[in-house]
């Protein structure tokens, strides 16, 4: 069947394809960084674990160890990935002269040049995360530490990465999404629950008393459920982390992981709650496996049913990025699988008649909204699909794996 075949087919449902690829080409998804080297960063030991509640399992070779091996595996990656990008990095990818170094508290928009200049080359925008994580000054709280040091350190941390996303905002034209997530939290039942709330609450306070233009650099507060070895309590609980952004809305917005909340809850049905109150939302689009397992994301009902509610309820108003690490598979195929998924889902919701749908449901119709929404799943989507690829110039289903298999023999094989 031909793209002109499946769009006649699309169209007896009322939908228009051409406008649908038109669109997807304008969504901007950020692509993170933090799949390529397993969130291991360059601003510490990379011999030490991961710390913070999360870990990556797996030891397939060719993991990226310098800025060099990462930009190169990304820009492998991004010939993969139709759609307008963006980048998305942690603070710990900072990328230092030689024989230079700072600390977290110390970092500036100097040490993000390197990355401003490869987005620039590559016409992406960039978000950007604090990273409260993977440091010996963890104790292992930070921003909720009842140790003013320690507490200082990380609010001190995150203004500096309020300066650089401005900075990188600035330099890109475009808004930089910037993250706040903390793992703390405790292992066992605590004697003080209200205590390192009441204290993470003071510090994000502080941080955000740092200026920013909100147009450009757009704070997020990112919550959690629990993390490994943090399974009793987490300060930045959904109820914390809500509360925040709603008591703060003229100052950040909230954002959810789907990995985040317990197994029976489904992002795609919090999307629309929170857009009912917040003008914006921000997404870390993953894939949980039974817990936040941080797996590829898939082309799988959920992800399929966010992206129906990120396009009903309004695009320009969902902040969406990845967030997964598997370092069990080949690295870019990981990276260039889980874009693609998003992007077909995307695309998927695109191609629905979400104004029809929507009438069906208003007029009580559920007999027909059923039929028609089974007997969209089998739609010739694939066709579709391929014409965005080719349309964006990247391959087709079928035609990339054997280049990221060209690439591992070539260059991931050889990093020992
Ligand atoms: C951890 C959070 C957080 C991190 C990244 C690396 O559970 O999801 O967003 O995955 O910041
Ligand atoms: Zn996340």
Not at 154 to 173: N, V
């Amino acid at each position: 069947m031909s793209y002109q075949e499946a769009k006649a087919k699309y169209a007896s449902y009322h939908v228009d394809a051409d406008a649908a690829l038109a669109r997807l080409k304008t969504i901007p998804v950020a692509l993170h960084c933090w799949q390529g080297d397993d969130v291991r960063g360059f601003d510490t030991d990379p011999a030490k674990p991961l710390t913070g509640g999360i870990q990556t399992t797996g030891n397939y070779p060719g993991r990226a160890r310098t800025p060099e091996e990462l930009m190169a595996d990304m820009d492998m990656v991004l010939k993969l990935c139709p759609g307008t990008k963006k980048l998305n990095l942690h603070a710990s990818y900072a990328i230092f002269e030689p024989g230079e170094w700072a600390d977290r508290d110390k970092l500036e928009p100097k040490h993000f040049q390197k990355w401003v200049d490869f987005c620039k080359e590559r016409g992406l925008g960039c978000d950007f995360n604090p990273t409260f994580f993977s440091h010996p000054k963890c104790d292992p709280l930070t921003l909720s530490s009842p140790n003013e040091e320690t507490r200082r350190f990380w609010i001190e941390h995150g203004k500096a990465c309020i300066r650089i996303s401005s900075y990188l905002a600035e330099q890109l034209g475009q808004p930089c999404v910037m993250n706040i997530w903390t793992g703390d939290g405790f292992k066992d039942i605590p004697g003080d629950r209200m205590g390192p709330r009441a204290r993470y609450r003071q510090s994000i306070d502080e941080i955000l008393s740092e200026p920013y233009d909100f147009k450009m650099v757009k704070p997020c507060v990112e919550s959690k459920v629990f993390g490994i070895g943090v399974e009793a309590y987490t300060a930045g609980s959904a109820e914390f982390a809500l509360s925040y952004a709603a008591f703060n809305k003229d100052k950040c917005i909230p954002l959810m992981d789907n990995g985040h909340y317990h197994p029976t809850e489904v992002v795609s049905d919090k999307i629309p709650a929170l857009l009912a109150f917040f003008p914006e939302i921000a997404l870390h689009v993953t894939r949980p496996i039974r817990w936040d397992s941080d797996h590829v994301v898939l082309f799988d009902d959920e992800t399929k049913e966010i992206c129906r509610e990120i396009i009903r309820c309004g695009v320009e108003r969902v902040n969406i990025a990845l967030d997964y690490f598997d370092a069990s598979i080949n690295r870019l195929s990981a990276w260039a699988t889980g874009f693609r998924n998003l992007q077909k889902s995307l695309l998927f919701a695109l191609l629905q008649p979400n104004d029809e749908l929507k009438t069906l449901q208003d007029k009580d119709n559920w007999t027909k909204l059923m039929v028609v929404q089974e007997e969209l799943k089998t739609l010739p989507f694939g066709e579709v699909w391929d014409e965005y690829c080719r349309q964006c110039g990247v391959p087709v289903d079928g035609e990339w794996y054997d280049t990221v298999k060209n690439y591992e023999k070539k260059v991931l094989e050889v990093r020992k």
